[in-house]
């Protein structure tokens, strides 16, 4: 079963600045399967992320995902006030069947 | 616009049941594998289980800490999932959220839990 564990567990950072969060799977997997959401106070997650590095639907250009094997960053190249949230990143696998997600990373205003 | 929306959710003593109901508009339900996810207050996400499209054979699995207490089912013609939880236990007090997985070729491509409802709260307590 993969684990999948994210770091920092809380990020401090300003408006306008980069944030950088990682996501580490306990085993290789395919970037395929690999996703990333973002969740504010009271709301539902939002994905953000699929197949490691495809921005979803209406996402903007601020936000990129890379890496590969069992390294994944998630990169906000410049923090808007409406960023400032709690980012996961999740797994799909096959075997056994199911979602994983990491614990979470948490941006906060510094 | 694409929309799921929970309901059933509320206090129930530990060992009891209740049946969470997701409706779905806005998409092709019947083509849709589902999920149920859910958050414990102040935690982070965990996943329950999912269904597949009948196209897909229609299967479930479930995550471990709920396998054999929680059942998820789906009636495409009325284009709503469900979920059955038995013998509830404390720990089981979360926000449940529907969602729908954005998969093709019978999960081989995967393009995330794309929809995800407001969520309903179950707590359980004596």
């Known amino acids: 079963e993969i684990v999948l564990t994210q770091s920092p567990g809380t990020l401090s950072l300003s408006p306008g600045e980069r944030a950088t969060l990682s996501c580490r799977a306990s085993q290789s997997v395919s970037n395929s399967y690999l996703a990333w959401y973002q969740q504010k106070p009271g709301q539902a997650p939002r994905l953000l992320i699929y197949?490691?590095?495809n921005r979803a639907t209406g996402i903007p250009d601020r936000f990129r995902g890379s890496g590969s094997g069992t390294d994944f960053t998630l990169t906000i190249s410049r923090l808007d006030p409406e960023d400032f949230a709690v980012y996961y990143c999740q797994h799909y696998g096959s075997s056994p069947p199911g979602f994983t997600f990491g614990p979470g990373t948490k941006v906060d205003i510094k | 616009e694409v929309q799921l929306v929970e309901s059933g959710g509320g206090l129930v003593k530990p060992g009891g049941s209740l049946r969470l109901s997701c409706a779905a508009s806005g998409f092709t339900f019947t083509n849709a594998w589902m999920s149920w996810v859910r958050q414990a207050p102040g935690k982070g996400l965990e996943w329950v289980g999912h269904?597949?499209?009948?196209?897909?054979?229609?299967?479930?699995d479930s995550a471990a800490p709920v396998k054999g207490r929680f059942t998820i089912s789906r009636d495409d013609s009325q284009n709503t999932l469900y979920l059955q939880i038995n013998s509830l236990r404390t720990e089981d007090t979360a926000v449940y959220y529907c969602?729908?997985?954005?998969?093709?070729?019978?999960?081989?491509?995967?393009?995330?839990?794309?929809?995800w409802g407001q969520g309903t709260t179950v707590t359980v307590s004596s």
């Open positions: 197949g490691a590095s």
């Open positions: 969602t729908k997985v954005a998969v093709a070729g019978n999960g081989y491509y995967f393009y995330g839990l794309d929809v």
């Open positions: 269904i597949k499209s009948r196209t897909d054979g229609g299967t479930t």
